[in-house]
């Protein structure tokens, strides 16, 4: 039965539901959602251009560019095909093979972003709780170790999740209501009736949202503390700045996260859910360039240096043509 049923799901896929209910805004929601695609890529292009000219790369401009370029492959594996979605007629096939695939690079992308955090945070608590010992502890060997580190546990933990995932029997319509393989959705459809089937997404969610979140909590309670024992005002609103951009793209994240798939699955609502994976696979990745290019000063001054080299270089252009004869 079980076999019969996933070569049924490889042969028939699946058909994505999209924004059917709400085919009188297509026009308008492909604008949305291609203005909001345009400026996430020409923010997270910016930092990474910017930290690539740097001459020197502290610990946080490495993990900034790494959080940047998570972001913008992350949009790359939704929001196109919800852009074509939009031009196409109303439900619109994707093959199995498709569906799984960009449910493991999306997984795969959310995990990596979670550890990366959990690695900010730690750079973070070195940088205030053990100052003296930053440039030993903080070095370019050891931080490059924890970037690759980051993504190879988001890859490992999303490929057994996909392949759990996609082991199930799915008995009912192959019609997805969502505008991607989104995990929800997919077990919606599975026929099990047992919770052995949310079993995968509970373990994955155990390692990937509830121990970084907790370990960012505990690395928090000991930057309070530090900065608490700092006499100088200036000094502690100094410290609590840094750490300020960061706190607040962890919140965003793990909360948005948490909410979405941390739940049992008769607590599923497509349109709900729909509404809020809008906001967390196209408004978080626009959001945290501009929290980080607001608050962080190494990357204000990076993005600082790269936009006056591009000034300064036609200027340079013109007058060095105006002095030839």
């Not at 060997?141 to 996909?162: M, P, R």
């Not at 509970?202 to 390692?207: D, E, M, T």
């Not at 509404?275 to 190494?298: A, G, H, Q, V």
Request: with cysteine.
């Amino acid at each position: 039965m079980d076999r019969s049923n996933r070569t049924s799901n490889a042969a028939v896929g699946f058909v994505l539901l999209g924004f059917s209910d709400l085919h009188h805004l297509r026009g308008l929601l492909f604008f949305v959602f291609f203005t909001v695609l345009l400026a996430t890529l020409a923010g997270n292009l910016l930092i990474l251009l910017a930290v690539a000219t740097e001459h020197t790369r502290p610990p946080m401009l490495l993990f900034l560019c790494q959080l940047s370029a998570i972001e913008l492959c992350y949009t790359l594996v939704i929001v196109p095909r919800t852009l074509a979605d939009l031009v196409t007629p109303v439900g619109n096939p994707i093959s199995f093979v498709g569906c799984a695939t960009q449910m493991y690079f999306f997984a795969a992308l959310g995990g990596a972003e979670c550890f990366l955090l959990l690695a900010m945070s730690y750079d973070r608590y070195v940088a205030i709780c053990r100052p003296l010992h930053y440039a030993v502890m903080m070095s370019q060997e050891f931080c490059l170790h924890l970037a690759v580190i980051c993504c190879l546990g988001g890859f490992a933990v999303s490929l057994g999740l996909t392949v759990a995932v996609f082991r199930l029997p799915f008995c009912r319509s192959h019609r997805i209501n969502h505008f991607f393989c989104d995990i929800p959705a997919l077990l919606h459809l599975a026929c099990t009736k047992s919770y052995t089937s949310e079993l995968p997404l509970l373990a994955a969610c155990i390692i990937v949202l509830l121990l970084p979140f907790v370990l960012i909590l505990v690395s928090y309670s000991y930057i309070t503390a530090a900065v608490l024992r700092i006499r100088d005002s200036a000094g502690r609103g100094k410290a609590f700045s840094t750490c300020a951009s960061h706190l607040a793209v962890a919140l965003l994240h793990y909360g948005c996260a948490s909410f979405m798939y941390v739940r049992p699955k008769s607590s599923y609502s497509p349109k709900r859910d729909k509404m809020l994976s809008l906001f967390y696979t196209n408004i978080t990745p626009l959001l945290y360039p501009l929290i980080y290019s607001l608050r962080n000063k190494e990357i204000k001054g990076a993005v600082r240096k790269l936009l006056q080299k591009k000034v300064a270089r036609p200027n340079w252009d013109i007058l060095k043509c105006r002095s030839q004869p």
